[in-house]
Nanobody, 118 residues
Framework: QVQVVESGGGLVQAGGSLTLSCTTSGWNFGDLYMAWFRQSPSKERERISC???????SYPDSVEGRFTVSRDYANNTLYLQMNSLKSEDTSVYYC????????????WGQGTQVTVSS
């Protein structure tokens, strides 16, 4: 069973930056496919980044150029660097993992709140 724990959320002004972290245990970190999602009240959950086992990344248009996902294999940690934050980025952010390259993400963290004030 993979344990997933996010941290780093908080309150930031519009235009500012914030970095989220996600640590995992219970599975070889290098064998995990990982992603960041976010969900706000009355909105559907949105996948905002994903990263393969080898480090290939992808982003939706809503965050492309502003958010960067990276992984530290030595410390079993996934990061999400968020720059030029906007009020619409306010959400609960979740880290998720899966052990296959396709299909549903199997393991989720508890979420961390990010609030961007305008």
């Amino acid at each position: 069973q993979v344990q997933v724990v996010e941290s780093g959320g908080g309150l930031v002004q519009a235009g500012g930056s914030l970095t989220l972290s996600c640590t995992t245990s219970g599975w070889n970190f290098g064998d995990l496919y990982m992603a960041w999602f976010r969900q706000s009240p009355s909105k559907e959950r949105e996948r905002i980044s994903c990263i393969s086992r080898s480090g290939l990344t992808s982003y939706p248009d809503s965050v492309e150029g502003r958010f960067t996902v990276s992984r530290d294999y030595a410390n079993n940690t996934l990061y999400l660097q968020m720059n030029s934050l906007k009020s619409e980025d306010t959400s609960v952010y979740y880290c998720a993992t899966r052990t296959t390259c396709s299909g549903p993400y199997q393991h989720w963290g508890q979420g961390t709140q990010v609030t961007v004030s305008s």
